[in-house]
């Protein structure tokens, strides 16, 4: 064996020690052994390097049969922050997370809508670099160790933003104008694929390898994890679920990407509030037909229902498949779930062959606004872990 190999094992060890820690949020010595495989002297040595590093903490004790109750360890998750960020048509919103995912401070700015690239990131660097001199003065003693960013459109890997239907842009080298500006590792990715990335890393998919992220709301987004890691897709486009073609009707309504016959134009917003009309002759907001299924509206209850058939025959292609372990549905329509994810499931349980959805778990997020944050900020946190250099 040579010295580089000894080297290997030892960072591979490391990060084994680092991942174990953190996906189990507390852990004895003893636990860790365990759980890796490595004895008990190299946790032990792995431990206490880390200790002095401050990346993780001793925690306290549990109950033991006999002798010394063994000390727990987790993720100091104060060590370090990271700026999760969204970038919108109307407004850009931000978040600083610490390693845990916990969010220590938010804030947002409106946006004129149809802004060129440079008027709008001269304006959104101005923006990250109030949030990081606001964090480095009210936290001296964590520092910003990256930024992660999300946002609707083709995101290649090396972070150029390559179509963005809901900014108008198109090849704008997000990442490395970022990253040259504020000397620190940058990351940008679709945010329905942040959605995904964040579920896998602190939320629901953490126990899965194989599963799917529904966004529903505006727009209809889809985020595939396969095999514990994002499905980006060869084009960096995976996950257009939204614009999957379901209709050859001439009259086949029309999508805001210019096609017509999406699945978005059945099942968005746009599709609800549009159905809402024909059906009453009442153009509501999409809140206001909410409160109307809250209180019986039979036309309210419908349109929110049809939109629940057209996603659970959507759905059901899907986990025919990609056969997954879970289906997580999220985005702001969540708020309205009890309205349409009973006829989804139906049609889900209804379209699928060998009865696979049986095997797969539904999980409805509760709405909320912090969901993106968890994405976003995922992205930056998982990189950060992954570089055990960091940490040298
Ligand atoms: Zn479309």
Not at 58 to 83: D, W
Not at 140 to 169: A, Y
Not at 309 to 316: E, F, T
Request: net charge neutral; proline share 3%.
């Amino acid at each position: 064996m040579t010295i580089g190999d000894n080297g290997f094992i030892k960072e591979l060890n490391y990060k084994t020690v680092l991942d174990t820690i953190r996906t189990n949020g507390s852990v004895s010595r003893a636990d860790l052994s365990r759980l890796t495989g490595l004895t008990r002297s190299t946790c032990t040595v792995i431990c206490d390097r880390m200790l002095k590093q401050g990346i993780i903490i001793e925690t306290g004790t549990i109950g033991s049969t006999g002798g010394r109750p063994p000390i727990l360890l987790q993720i100091n998750n104060r060590a370090g922050a990271v700026l999760g960020l969204k970038m919108m048509e109307d407004m850009i919103a931000g978040a600083t997370v610490d390693l845990g995912g916990n969010i220590i401070h938010q804030q947002s700015i409106s946006m004129k809508s149809e802004l060129e690239p440079e008027p709008y990131l001269t304006l959104f660097e101005s923006f990250v670099s109030d949030m990081i001199e606001r964090h480095r003065s009210t936290y001296p003693l964590i520092p910003v160790l990256g930024i992660g960013i999300g946002v609707g459109g083709r995101v290649s890997s090396d972070g150029v933003l390559l179509e963005s239907s809901v900014l108008g842009w198109s090849n704008v080298p997000l990442k490395k104008r970022l990253h040259k500006r504020f000397s620190m590792p940058v990351h940008i990715e679709n945010d329905v694929n942040t959605f995904a990335i964040g579920e896998k890393f602190f939320g629901s998919g953490k126990s899965y390898e194989n599963f799917l992220c529904l966004s529903v709301g505006e727009g209809i987004g889809l985020g595939i994890i396969i095999e514990g890691k994002l499905f980006a897709g060869s084009h960096n486009g995976a996950g257009e679920l939204g614009h999957t073609r379901i209709s050859f009707d001439p009259d086949a309504p029309q999508c805001a990407c210019g096609k017509q016959g999406c699945l978005e134009s059945y099942a968005s917003d746009r599709a609800v509030i549009r159905t809402y009309y024909e059906k009453t002759g009442k153009l509501l907001t999409i809140d206001a037909i909410l409160q109307a299924a809250r209180q019986n509206d039979v036309n309210a209850l419908a349109v929110f229902s049809r939109m629940g058939s057209y996603l659970g025959i959507a759905v059901s292609s899907l986990i025919n498949l990609f056969d997954p372990q879970a289906l997580i549905i999220g985005g702001e329509r969540t708020n309205a779930a009890q309205f349409f994810v009973d006829e989804l499931w139906k049609h889900v349980r209804a379209n699928t062959v060998y009865d696979l959805a049986k095997g797969v778990e539904l999980i409805v997020l509760e709405p909320s606004n912090d969901e993106w944050i968890r994405g976003v900020a995922a992205l930056a946190i998982r990189e950060f872990f992954s570089n055990t250099t960091n940490w040298r």
